[in-house]
T-cell receptor, first 114, second 114 residues
Framework: DGGITQSPKYLFRKEGQNVTLSCEQNLNHDAMYWYRQDPGQGLRLIYYSQIVNDFQKGDIAEGYSVSREKKESFPLTVTSAQKNPTAFYLC?????????????FGEGSRLTVL | AQSVSQHNHHVILSEAASLELGCNYSYGGTVNLFWYVQYPGQHLQLLLKYFSGDPLVKGIKGFEAEFIKSKFSFNLRKPSVQWSDTAEYFCAVLPMDSNYQLIWGAGTKLIIKP
């Protein structure tokens, strides 16, 4: 089935550790996105990528990093510099940026910092 | 700054009741409008969308939404809800400017009592 796969689903991390969340898509979409979802705040854009080897900061990029070495993959690293990393992280894709706006989402990764 | 406002964070209804969830946005130009739904334990998915034409749009599972340009609103409706409609509903707006990034509302958690 075509779709977006995020892993792990649940992740626990100690303060000061970096952690990488995986996002893979087999929809042949050019654009990929990372969002953070906090209760009562909706979705906030962390990073997005329109094409391989290129990505742009979203509204809350501080403390995060990404890479886009392959079209199918867009991993997100939550670094120790992120002051409040406990959250639900959603990866999404669309055929291309500037498309009609419809996004396709993965099931999310819930990160808890102990 | 552009924003999307969802009027209610939590709504509790009984089965067969009618539903209306409010969504207002602040942007004076052309927009694409969306409602997404997140059922418990599932990924965020598109419920319906509006690009142009008939301001009353129909989506999946009997949902519809009406775009009222003069009020900058895109309210979601369903005449008779079911227990399976229990979910979180997000309104999103895509300003058709150079940024092409969705702006999300904070979400409304809907609980349907059987």
């Amino acid at each position: 089935d075509g779709g977006i796969t995020q892993s792990p689903k649940y992740l626990f991390r100690k303060e000061g550790q970096n952690v990488t969340l995986s996002c893979e898509q087999n929809l042949n979409h050019d654009a990929m996105y990372w969002y953070r979802q906090d209760p009562g705040q909706g979705l906030r854009l962390i990073y997005y990528s329109q094409i391989v080897n290129d990505f742009q900061k979203g509204d809350i990029a501080e403390g995060y990093s990404v890479s886009r070495e392959k079209k199918e993959s867009f991993p997100l690293t939550v670094t120790s510099a992120q002051k409040n990393p406990t959250a639900f992280y959603l990866c999404a894709s669309s055929p291309w940026t500037g498309h009609d706006g419809e996004l396709f989402f993965g099931e999310g990764s819930r990160l808890t910092v102990l | 700054a552009q924003s999307v406002s969802q009027h209610n964070h939590h709504v509790i209804l009984s089965e067969a009741a009618s539903l209306e969830l409010g969504c207002n946005y602040s942007y004076g130009g052309t927009v694409n409008l969306f409602w997404y739904v997140q059922y418990p334990g599932q990924h965020l998915q598109l419920l319906l969308k509006y690009f142009s034409g008939d301001p009353l749009v129909k989506g999946i599972k009997g949902f519809e939404a009406e775009f009222i340009k003069s009020k900058f609103s895109f309210n979601l409706r369903k005449p008779s809800v079911q227990w399976s409609d229990t979910a979180e509903y997000f309104c999103a707006v895509l300003p058709m400017d150079s940024n092409y990034q969705l702006i999300w509302g904070a979400g409304t958690k809907l609980i349907i009592k059987p």
